[in-house]
């Protein structure tokens, strides 16, 4: 193999591990109500109504893909929305499966190709991570939302139950433990890659 092929392969495979990364530290807070809570406390709303009704939420988000929105406290356009955030749910726990499979696949064929890209793809991510930080939040969550939920039923009126019970604080602090886990995973990588890189390459 050239080495011009095997720097194609790192790099196409190494641009899949911030994206699994992202998610997997995505699916560590979102389903933790813990990471709710110190909003929910501070908020004007009703805090044990908002226990409540974001346990119903996530149990609707886990049931199958055909199962019915049956959450009153929503009107019929939250839910439309709500009903699209499942999909997406549902969309990324594929592609995340789907990443797993690949890289465990690459480590067992090819231990070279996998630390490798362990390394570049961890250096890559910090870029991502910098990128990030110099766009102010607000605009991160508006360039989401229009990318993934074009239709627009993401945008709602003040006073609504979805803007007050889930201020935008919310989405803001959740991001926060997002990312945090995202640049550790980042920082595992780059260590590991190198010394995988270095020490563990196949003969």
């Known amino acids: 193999m ?27 807070v979102w389903p933790d109500l813990s ?5 929910f406390r501070s908020n004007d709303f009703d805090y044990s109504s908002a226990v409540r009704t974001t346990e119903q939420l996530f149990d609707y988000f886990k049931a199958p893909i055909e ?31 789907a990443l797993i499979i690949l890289w465990i696949a690459v480590i067992v064929f090819d231990r070279k190709i996998f630390w490798r890209a362990v390394l570049c793809a961890g250096l890559a991510g910090f870029l991502l991570c910098l990128f990030l930080a110099l766009v102010p939040f607000e605009t991160l969550f508006v360039w989401f939302h229009k990318l993934v939920f074009p239709q627009g039923n993401w945008i709602f009126e003040r ?3 979805m803007v007050t019970m889930y201020p935008q604080r919310l989405f803001e602090s959740l991001a926060g433990q997002i990312f945090t886990r995202f640049f550790a995973m980042l920082a595992s990588s780059v260590m590991l890659g190198w010394i995988g890189a270095k020490f563990v390459q196949k003969p």
């Not at 080495?3 to 699916?27: C, E, Q, W, Y």
């Not at 990471?35 to 909003?39: F, K, S, W």
């Not at 929105?69 to 999909?87: C, Q, R, T, W, Y």
């Open 67 to 97: 199962a019915p929105f049956s959450i009153p406290a929503f009107n019929s356009g939250e839910a439309s929305h709500l009903k699209d955030v499942k999909m997406v749910l549902k969309a990324q726990y594929v592609v995340m499966y």
């Open 2 to 28: 050239t080495r011009f092929g095997l720097d194609i392969k790192v790099a196409l495979l190494g641009a899949t591990l911030p994206v699994l990364l992202l998610l997997l530290s995505l699916n560590s």
């Open 159 to 161: 006073g609504q139950l």
């Open 35 to 39: 990471n709710y809570d110190a909003v």
